[in-house]
């Protein structure tokens, strides 16, 4: 595990550092060329499940941009894949299922397979490779939330407001929460084997929730999110986008050490609605990197001040890296962020 005085891991403790770190999602991919090279004539989840492959491509942003966290690299849908799910991301679109699960006779055989017997070797190895190449600077483990892998598999692949899904969990609750049990213990499976690989903090992405109502988010969604981090033995960053109605609910019942702010809601504003018991990441606006760095450097700037309201700050965007960025642009943030001392105190 990486050493605990790392600044991402302080801040996730609660802690100040003296500079705020920084990691960005999706700084691994193909903002990256020299990702791009390497991924050519691999398919996504094959070059997810190459050891070798999927360690090199997590390491790349950490040395290109001496960002404070890596991200392994992988897939919200690898552990389906490892359930022999028939799934495929399409390039520009997304991850498209084969066989959608839309029926009760859907979720029986789904729900079938034990999570317990999934075999994470691939993930494990690459994690193996990544945190003896890290040293001191943490990895970041994930997985997908519950409603965001059911949408996916519900509808069969992207969709706008993910009505099927939405759809299910009031005409058959029942299977909707036999559903959402076994994805919440797969993902936690997967959780875990990156934990136990060497992952000193990990992330739920729930990047769908904002197409629910408070409601539904709590009765539905929220208790099989909990469900997928309760009681893992390293901090929790829960994200998800378009979650300001109910960000509150977000910190499931305070087992979140931090929790993830889309472009949206200043994190000021966050901060008060979450209180003093938990730190915040993000919040620049993915668009920004587009503009001339005077105009990201003020906004970066702006996000830093706000960030003071909360007890720590992690800064990141607000969304991942859209892959038209140029990347000095994040180098740049990385080296504003650090050249910011005493933010803390
Ligand atoms: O943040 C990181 O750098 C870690 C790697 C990571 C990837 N996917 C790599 C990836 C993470 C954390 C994810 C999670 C993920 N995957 C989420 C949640 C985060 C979010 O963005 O909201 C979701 C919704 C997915 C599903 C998914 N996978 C989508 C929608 C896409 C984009 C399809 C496209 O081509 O635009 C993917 C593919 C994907 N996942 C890529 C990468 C680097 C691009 C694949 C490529 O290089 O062709």
């Known amino acids: 595990m990486a050493a605990t005085h790392s600044p991402m891991l302080r801040a996730l403790a609660g802690d100040r550092p003296e500079q705020t ?3 960005f999602m999706r700084q691994a991919g193909r903002s990256l060329p020299e990702y791009r090279e390497l991924r050519v004539g691999t398919r996504m989840l094959d070059a997810c499940l190459t050891p070798e492959l999927a360690a090199e491509i997590t390491l790349q942003p950490v040395r290109r941009h001496k960002v404070d966290a890596a991200v392994f690299f992988s897939d919200i849908v690898i552990p ?11 390039p520009g679109r997304g991850p498209v299922f084969a066989n959608p699960v839309r029926t009760r006779a859907d979720v029986d055989r789904i729900t079938a397979i034990d999570p317990a ?43 706008k407001e993910h009505l099927r899904a939405r759809a299910m969990m009031h005409a058959d609750p029942e299977s909707w929460n036999r559903l959402a049990d076994w994805l919440s213990r797969v993902s936690r499976r997967f ?27 709590r009765a539905h969604i929220a208790p099989h999110s909990k469900a997928s981090v309760i009681d893992l033995p390293v901090p929790v960053i829960h994200f998800g986008v378009g979650t300001g109605p109910f960000l509150g609910d977000m910190r499931l019942d305070g087992i979140t050490s931090a929790v993830g702010v889309d472009w949206r809601m200043p994190l000021d504003e966050a901060a008060a609605v979450l209180g003093p018991d938990v730190t915040l990441q993000g919040n620049i606006d993915p668009a920004l990197l587009q503009a001339p760095w005077e105009i990201l450097e003020k906004h970066v700037l702006e996000v ?13 965007l607000g969304h991942g890296v859209p892959p038209e960025t140029d990347p000095d642009q994040l180098t740049r943030i990385v080296e504003l962020a650090h050249a910011q001392q005493g933010l803390g105190a």
């Open 21 to 23: 770190p920084v990691w």
């Open 80 to 90: 389906l894949r490892l359930a022999g799910v028939e799934v495929e991301i399409e």
């Open 117 to 159: 017997d999934l075999d994470h070797e691939a993930i494990t190895a690459a994690i193996r490779i990544i945190t003896a190449e890290l040293g001191d600077t943490p990895l970041v483990g994930f997985a997908g939330a519950p409603f965001t892998l059911a949408a996916y598999l519900i509808e069969g692949g992207p969709s």
């Open 191 to 217: 959780l875990e084997a990156q934990i136990d690989a060497g992952a000193s903090a990990v992330q739920l992405f729930d990047s769908w929730a904002g197409s629910l109502n408070p409601d539904d988010y």
């Open 304 to 316: 830093l001040r706000r960030g003071r309201s909360a007890r720590a700050h992690i800064l990141n």
